[in-house]
């Protein structure tokens, strides 16, 4: 029972386009999501986050859209670069109704920016 | 600041061993996590702790055994080390909502 999905294992952009990776979740009770990026060796690094009271959140290149009533969220990078490559994992917790912070994470979509 | 640090970076062990996995965070977080990560499949909670002498089951915690005696360390303990348990595990702190994670340990169990 997978509650949070990322339905693409990869996806390659060229550089300066944008990169679209996609994430849907089954639990209605999420109420934080979180994008993690991640280099091979390294642990995840945290991108950008969203509450379940917004539906959008920009931080520079990076912005996440979140349509609650699909279950679903989506992180946009404008303009993609080659730094940019590695794998996201989408990630959700229902903070407000269990306050453990415990995280449900997606597979995982892995980003290749072609120069 | 360390943030999470993590040891060993690599282990190798045979079947029916054990080995205690190290993680220590200089953030002063309540919480802490342990997670493995499977070739091609996203993180699995293995226990969390929302503070010092609390911890509880996550997703997959068969197979192991943790710890919080501090509110820095979390050591996670493998018991009868088996070949499902080769992965890469990943420890975690948080102050709530946003999670920081060590470099990873990455254990073959062969």
């Known amino acids: 029972d997978q509650q949070v999905k990322q339905n693409s294992p990869s996806l390659s952009v060229q550089e300066g386009r944008i990169s679209i990776l996609n994430c849907d979740y089954t639990n209605s009770m999420f109420d934080y999501f979180l994008w993690y990026k991640k280099y091979p060796a390294e642990g995840p690094t945290f991108l950008i986050s969203i509450s379940s009271i917004k539906d959008k959140n920009e931080d520079g290149r990076f912005t996440v859209f979140l349509n609650k009533s699909a279950k679903h969220l989506s992180l946009h990078i404008v303009p993609s670069q080659p730094g940019d490559s590695a794998v996201y994992f989408c990630?959700?917790?229902?903070?407000?109704?269990?306050?453990?912070?415990?995280?449900?994470f997606g597979q995982g979509t892995t980003l290749q920016v072609k120069p | 600041n360390a943030g999470v640090t993590q040891t060993p970076k690599f282990r190798i062990l045979k079947i029916g061993q054990s080995m205690t996995l190290q993680c220590t965070q200089d953030?002063?977080?309540?919480?802490m996590y342990w997670y493995r990560q499977d070739p091609g499949m996203g993180l699995k909670l293995i226990y969390y702790s929302v503070g010092a002498g609390i911890t509880d089951k996550g997703e997959v915690p068969n197979g192991y055994n943790v710890s919080r005696s501090t509110t820095e360390d979390f050591p996670l303990r493998l018991e009868l080390a088996a070949p499902s348990q080769t992965s890469v595990y990943f420890c975690?702190?948080?102050?709530?909502?946003?999670?920081?994670f060590g470099p990873g340990t990455r254990l073959t169990v062969t």
């Open positions: 990630a959700a917790s229902a903070w407000g109704s269990s306050n453990t912070g415990k995280l449900i």
């Open positions: 975690a702190s948080s102050p709530g909502q946003l999670e920081y």
């Open positions: 953030m002063n977080h309540n919480y």
